[in-house]
Nanobody, 122 residues
Framework: RVQLEESGGGAVQVGGSLRLSCLASEYTYCMGWLRQAPGKEREGVAS???????TYADYLKGRFTISRDLATNTQYLEIIDLKPEDTAMYYCAADRRSLSCSIENAGKFPYRGQGTLVTVSS
């Protein structure tokens, strides 16, 4: 079983930025980020495959950047210009398989972390 540990969440003011990190216990072909806001369903944020090719939820493009470091099995999510609607628990997800790492499949990745909370206030 792949273990994932997120970090980097916290309380931020509107317009601020954060970098979330996720350390995996082993290499996985696909990695991604999901988020769940209070009272809402979980949604995909971004995903990235081994070669760095990334996909994003359409409505989030421009403020979110996903990246990964293969040497350390770590992925990152940088968020700029944070908005109150970005308040959510952010989850790291991963899949060993090299089927499809697109954002549409991120919710189906079999491994998920415990989450890190991001709270954006004005």
């Amino acid at each position: 079983r792949v273990q994932l540990e997120e970090s980097g969440g916290g309380a931020v003011q509107v317009g601020g930025s954060l970098r979330l990190s996720c350390l995996a216990s082993e290499y996985t072909y696909c990695m991604g980020w999901l988020r769940q806001a209070p009272g809402k369903e979980r949604e995909g944020v971004a995903s990235i495959e081994r070669d760095g090719q990334a996909t994003y939820a359409d409505y989030l493009k421009g403020r979110f950047t996903i990246s990964r470091d293969l040497a350390t099995n770590t992925q990152y999510l940088e968020i700029i210009d944070l908005k109150p609607e970005d308040t959510a628990m952010y989850y790291c997800a991963a899949d060993r398989r090299s089927l499809s790492c697109s954002i549409e499949n991120a919710g189906k990745f079999p491994y998920r972390g415990q989450g890190t909370l991001v709270t954006v206030s004005s």
